[in-house]
């Protein structure tokens, strides 16, 4: 298993480009391979494991998917094999997305459980609830959730669930509902960027969807949809995720090509914390003239504060003068990256979904492990900033969602290298 070895305390300088979004990178080749009865080409596709491993998933459905540079070519198939097994589901939850499409096309799917995972619980009850106000049978057997349906049906539904609504579960019926007979409505919808790319995907494939991005989608259900061009938007949470990098190190740097309007919460907040930002187009300066200030934060469904930059974020308050707040409301268990930067020095006490991080003057780098993507993602900034040396293992989490980070690091003046086993 690989590691990175880094030697923290230079402030980043430089230019970090952001690569395309690995959240809408996977459901959208989905609905092209699924639901698209022409070939398809996504395009800004980052080159990371999650999308080699929905590509892997893709084909052995029987869909011709070929990974490139950049580009993701899916031919169009007249069938294709409905089990998604569990040595494929269980390397990533977001496999849970073929279920909907499959279901649609076919009538059919059967889909391994998906486990769970680092960051709490990872239940699908709100995805199958949508399905079976769709008109879907749902079993759950040896592991194996099977999903039946002669013909889906369009319905009436709310998605909200006991932590707010689902990304995935509103994703999964919209690929549903698309082909589904009559109007389906989706109350409570997730409001993500990822769901109104998706549904631009899906619409320019021939779907009529109306209010997606909104609390409230409506879906005319169509006969068939042919395949479609499209390109992913940038990433929202790396964005965010170097932007961070830049703040912790109190470096000068520019994030190239990142998406203002998906960061506002983010923004608002490091704006606060005395982190100076300045934008020009699709590009944000980071500075840092003063200190860095404790400020609160909750983490929320979109538009609010996102789950997925809390532990970065966390990263950023271990060096503010101060003491931050952070209460984590979306998964149950994603402070698993503070007992690693406490080995770093860090002051963060934890109770329950609130964790209290007191600002120290440094963190000293220490040997620690990625428990998750974004965990990985705080341990590597956090040696950025810290002095001495630190070595992040099991970094394949850390693949899954950033792409070329050390070498996008390295070209800002980070001292980090990748070492094999
Ligand atoms: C998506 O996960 C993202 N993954 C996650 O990013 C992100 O943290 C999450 O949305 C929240 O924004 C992808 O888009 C591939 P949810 P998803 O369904 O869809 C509960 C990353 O780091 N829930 O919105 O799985 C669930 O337990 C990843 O890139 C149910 O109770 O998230 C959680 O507490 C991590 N029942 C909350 O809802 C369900 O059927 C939000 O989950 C589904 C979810």
Redo the contacts with the bound molecule.
Sequence with gaps: MDRFVIRGGAPLAGVIPVSGS??AG??IPVAAAILGTTDSRITNVPELQ?IHTMARLLRHLGSPVEVGDGVLDIGAADSLNVEAEYDLVRRM??SIYVLGPLLARFGEARVSFPGGCA???????????GMEALGASIEVEHGFIIAKATKLRGADMSLM???????????NVMMAAVLAEGVTTIRDA?V?P?VADLAGCLTAMGARIEGAGTRTIAIEGVGELHGADYALPPDR?ESASYILAGAITRGDIRVRGAERRHLGAVLGKLTEADIWLDWEGKDVRVTVPNGIRSVDVDTG??PGF???VQAQYMGLMCMAQGKARIVEN???DRFMHALELQRMGADIQINGNVATVTGVDRLTGAPVMAS???AGMVLVLAGLAAEGETVVSRVYHIDR?YERIEEKLRAAGADIQRVSD
């Design positions: 690995k959240n996977l459901p999650d939850r977001a960051i709490g619980a990872r239940p699908v009850d709100i995805h199958l609830r669930g006991p932590q707010g609504t689902s990304v995935g579960a509103t994703a997730a993500e990822e949470i469904v979109y996102p789950t997925d979306i998964f149950t998750d993507l974004r969602g």
